[in-house]
T-cell receptor
């Protein structure tokens, strides 16, 4: 159980275009999903916390108008990178919280999306 | 906010040796401490976690210890195998709050 999928796994886009990444919890309902960015050989940096039916909470330094997050249902959250630039190239990973661990944050990660902006 | 430091950044051991990775956290309210293993290009996989009401937890070759007073926790891997080679991340959180990750430790187990 507790499977999280992400689509696409890899995407290459041209500078200035927008890219949408989907994160789905397949066998549980996730009231909270998280979006991370990971540069090569670095740790996971939280970008935003997404709660179903409400606006996402962005971490300091993350542009909310550039990284649009929508959490339309208990099993789907999307991250749209708008007007992508080469410096946005990174590994984007989502995670979903099952909320069944006695009130503690057990998160399940998606497989990640490698974005390359040319 | 919470800050998690992790050491060492790289660790090389011979197969069969033990490996220890240490993390410290800053927020005494944090009460959940998971450890993740990440292979190149793949998702982080939860390998073990510990809650603040427990001092030690073991799962076969892997163990985690927590010292709440000193605000540090450690991952212990015994009888290491080449397939243990990966990057390991510690993290800390408080309740349903965000996880704050350490900087990662690249473990290399040589046969």
């Amino acid at each position: 159980g507790a499977v999280v999928s992400q689509h696409p796994s890899r995407v290459i886009c041209k500078s200035g275009t927008s890219v949408k990444i989907e994160c789905r919890s397949l066998d549980f309902q996730a009231t909270t999903m998280f979006w991370y960015r990971q540069f090569p050989k670095q740790s996971l940096m939280l970008m935003a916390t997404s709660n179903e039916g409400s606006k996402a909470t962005y971490e300091q330094g993350v542009e909310k108008d550039k990284f649009l997050i929508n959490h339309a249902s208990l099993t789907l959250s999307t991250l749209t990178v708008t007007s992508a630039h080469p410096e946005d190239s990174s590994f984007y990973i989502c995670s979903a919280e099952s909320g069944t661990s006695g009130g503690l944050s057990e998160q399940y990660f998606g497989p990640g999306t490698r974005l390359t902006v040319t | 906010g919470e800050n998690v430091e992790q050491h060492p950044s790289t660790l090389s051991v011979q197969e069969g040796d033990s490996a220890v990775i240490k993390c410290t956290y800053s927020d005494s309210a944090s009460n959940y401490f998971p450890w993740y293993k990440q292979e190149l290009g793949k998702r982080p996989q939860l390998i073990i976690d510990i809650r603040s009401n427990v001092g030690e937890k073991k799962d076969q070759r892997i163990a985690v210890t927590l010292n709440k007073t000193a605000k540090h926790f450690s991952l212990h891997i015994t009888e290491t195998q080449p397939e243990d080679s990966a990057v390991y991340f510690c993290a800390a959180s408080m309740g349903f709050q965000k996880l704050v990750f350490g900087t990662g430790t690249r473990l290399l187990v040589s046969p």
